[in-house]
């Protein structure tokens, strides 16, 4: 079992920067973990993924060169640093976190999902 607790999030104006942290509890050792977003009326998507053992990442073509996801192996804690946000990243952001190896972006890979957190990027 594995325990997701998302913080940070909130509303920025296009061009600014927020961080989201995802801690995670119970099984921690060696997950894929991920950031998925979701805005209004559109379907879950695959932001960053980082392999937790290996450090490997992967990233949405939407969002290469502006967010970056790392990891903080102290405090059981994956981040998202997103800059230069745009009104098009408005949406709900899940961590997520699986101990399978497969399909990083897909939400279908996961099985331990956080709560969720918003963000707003207004124009």
């Known amino acids: 079992q594995v325990q997701l607790v998302e913080s940070g999030g909130g509303s920025v104006q296009a061009g600014g920067s927020l961080r989201l942290s995802c801690a995670a509890s119970g099984y921690t050792y060696r997950l894929k973990m991920g950031w998925f977003r979701q805005a209004a009326g559109k379907e879950r998507e695959g932001v960053a993924v980082?392999?937790?053992?290996?450090?490997?990442?992967y990233y949405a073509d939407s969002v290469k060169g502006r967010f970056t996801i790392s990891q903080d192996n102290a405090k059981n804690t994956v981040n998202l640093q997103m800059s230069s946000l745009k009104p098009e990243d408005t949406a709900m952001y899940y961590c997520?976190?699986?101990?399978?190896?497969?399909?990083?972006?897909?939400?279908?890979?996961?099985?331990?999902w956080g709560q969720g957190t918003q963000v707003t990027v207004s124009s």
């Open positions: 980082i392999y937790t053992g290996l450090g490997t990442t």
């Open positions: 997520a976190a699986d101990m399978g190896l497969n399909s990083p972006l897909s939400p279908l890979a996961y099985d331990y």
